[in-house]
């Protein structure tokens, strides 16, 4: 399994103490995404970020709600990624 997070990229000169929130899911939990593809839009000092798969698999598990927010390097959802 595998967490997809926001890359650090995104986080780079953003206080450690900022959150991030979700705006919109564009999957839903069991389905199945390839490598690259947006899964979430997120808010981030008032800039839209895409989050994106890392791998093909399937996503087992959304753990931040949109609507919610979460910390940088926190995993928003699991993957499981397809062997």
């Known amino acids: 399994m595998t967490g997809i997070t926001l890359s650090p990229e995104a986080w780079k000169d953003i206080d ?3 959150e991030a929130l979700v705006d919109k899911w564009l999957v839903a939990e069991g389905d199945t995404v390839r490598v690259g593809q947006t899964l979430a839009n997120v808010v981030l000092v008032k800039a839209n970020q895409d989050i994106v798969a890392p ?3 399937r996503v087992e598990k959304i753990l931040v709600p949109a609507g919610e927010t979460f ?10 990624e397809l062997t």
Do not use: V
């Open 71 to 80: 910390a940088q390097g926190k995993p928003i959802a699991m993957l499981k």
């Open 16 to 18: 450690p103490a900022t």
């Open 55 to 57: 791998g093909d698999g």
